[in-house]
């Protein structure tokens, strides 16, 4: 029964680690970058939900925190995040890479239900490969207005087209079901 009672133990620990590493894997896949002349803001910026798909509704994902405190920069309770994104899907995950398509995502991202710092703006991919999210407009903190107002234009590229140490996935093709 001992032998019983440990390996019920492990499987429960098991589990708690593995909710964990999902609650914690979405924003470990994203870019984070200090946006603005003075870095004011930080942005996390990847895929709403990761992996992403071809063919699958997915969203720009974006956090939006004062970089000095990680405070969030919430535009529920007065703070500015006037944002757009326009969405290319490239030749490669490189800054250089040609842009073989470019689409505005019509609705500004929208912050989600129940978060304070996380805005989304909704589209469907609807071909694998290298995906780049520019997002221009303005942030702007109630809470400290000597953070500024700041306009920003940043080029968010999957892959190795991360700025950063790390970024968000680039596009897959779904894996087809086995049929036999």
């Keep these: 029964?001992?032998?019983?009672?440990?390996?019920?133990?492990s499987l429960v620990a098991l589990s708690l680690l593995t909710l964990l590493a999902l609650a914690v894997a979405p924003v470990a896949a994203h870019e984070h970058r200090a946006v603005g002349p003075k870095g004011e803001y930080t942005l996390i910026v990847g895929w709403f939900y990761e992996p992403?798909?071809?063919g699958v509704v997915n969203a720009v994902d974006i956090r939006v925190l004062?970089?000095?405190d990680n405070k969030p920069v919430n535009a529920s309770k007065g703070d500015?995040?006037?944002?757009?994104v326009d969405v290319?899907?490239?030749a490669a995950d490189s800054d250089k890479a040609a842009v073989l398509e470019s689409s505005k995502i019509n609705d500004k991202p929208e912050i989600t239900f129940g978060t304070e710092n996380r805005y989304?703006?909704?589209f469907k991919p609807v071909r694998a490969g290298a995906y780049a999210f520019r997002i221009k407009g303005t942030i702007s903190d109630a809470s400290k207005p000597t953070a500024?107002?700041?306009t920003i234009?940043?080029?968010f590229i999957c892959g190795k087209g991360s700025k950063a140490g790390h970024a968000f996935v680039c596009l897959e093709t779904p894996q087809a079901f086995p049929t036999k």
């Design 88 to 90: 290319e899907l490239r």
């Design 120 to 122: 989304a703006a909704w």
């Design 80 to 84: 500015v995040v006037n944002l757009e």
């Design 1 to 9: 029964m001992k032998t019983f009672g440990s390996h019920r133990l």
């Design 153 to 155: 234009d940043e080029l």
């Design 66 to 68: 004062r970089t000095a």
């Design 148 to 150: 500024g107002s700041v």
């Design 52 to 54: 992403a798909y071809e």
